[in-house]
């Protein structure tokens, strides 16, 4: 396994199109191995290809929450429906066939370092994707994964959460970030990293 680099906004890679896998083979499984690998040490919950400049719709997510020395466990704030599904996740050419209400959530992502912002998603979603194997596979699920699958699937079109803000907000991260770079709000993340309670970046 390998770690990868995470491509952060603005690399134009972000804003690119990823295409449908059409190739079910080692290769593939390689990628989502160091993908996972590489989203754990970032302490995210979700990693789209693209964001380690992979152009494939390929996606690995682990919501799971994580005591206070950071192991995972499973059944801490999890809905009903996110208690069923194994995780971690490894979506191939994922497709939402079916959404319902809304949901509001600060979202980070591991390509937009430090920021946070409240994005509106569906509460509920139900996806069609396949597996490793290249199987069909389908779920349902609402609470944080549905949130975290429906931020990935924004990679996958290159598409980021501050695209989705107000037209004022957006604009002014963006130019923010082009100006200053992330390195001081990068550092004063890390000392969030230490303290339990620190945010999910997807
Ligand atoms: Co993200």
Do not use: W
């Not at 890679?13 to 590489?38: C, G, H, W, Y």
Request: hydrophobic fraction near 30%; proline fraction near 4%.
């Amino acid at each position: 396994m390998a770690l990868l680099e995470i491509l952060k906004f603005p690399d134009p890679r972000l804003r690119e199109v990823s295409q449908p896998i059409q190739e079910f083979n080692s290769d593939l499984e390689k990628n989502a191995k160091d993908m996972l690998e590489t989203m754990y040490k970032a302490h995210g919950i979700g990693l789209a290809a693209p964001q380690v400049g992979l152009l494939k719709r390929l996606l690995v997510i682990d919501t799971r929450s994580q005591d206070e020395k950071g192991r995972r466990y499973q059944y801490d704030e999890m809905t009903s429906l996110e208690i069923e599904i194994q995780q971690p996740l490894i979506i191939c050419n994922p497709e939402i066939v079916d959404r319902r209400g809304k949901i509001t959530f600060d979202e980070g992502c591991l390509s937009v370092p430090s920021f946070y912002e409240t994005v509106e998603r569906s509460e509920f979603i139900e996806l069609k994707y396949f597996d490793l194997k290249g199987k069909e596979q389908s779920l349902k699920v609402d609470g944080l994964l549905s949130i975290c699958i429906q931020h990935e699937i924004d990679h996958l079109e290159g598409t980021l959460f501050i695209d989705r803000l107000s037209f004022i907000k957006s604009n002014k991260i963006k130019n923010q970030i082009k100006k200053n770079g992330y390195s001081k709000r990068e550092n004063e993340s890390e000392d969030q990293d230490s303290s339990p309670r620190k945010k999910d970046r997807i």
